[in-house]
């Protein structure tokens, strides 16, 4: 059984929509901008910027 990726998993906070902007404002909105705006933690944008998360995005 695969695991469940990105909006498919239960624990999900994020959108598609989401990542694709937090990836597209690198040089302009900071990781904490977007962890305030969407309610999780700055890391987890990093995660997203770095393509460790989400990489089926």
Same mark, same amino acid.
């Given at each position: 059984?695969?695991? !469940? !990726?990105?909006?498919d998993?239960?624990?999900n906070?994020?959108?598609?929509?989401?990542?694709?902007?937090?990836?597209?404002?690198?040089?302009?909105?900071?990781?904490?901008?977007?962890?305030?705006?969407?309610?999780?933690?700055?890391?987890?944008?990093?995660?997203?910027?770095?393509?460790?998360?989400?990489r089926?995005?």
């Amino acid at each position: 059984m695969a695991f !469940k !990726k990105g909006k498919d998993h239960h624990c999900n906070k994020l959108s598609e929509d989401s990542v694709k902007s937090i990836r597209g404002t690198i040089k302009t909105l900071s990781n904490n901008y977007w962890a305030d705006r969407l309610g999780v933690h700055y890391s987890t944008i990093s995660l997203i910027r770095s393509n460790k998360t989400w990489r089926h995005i």
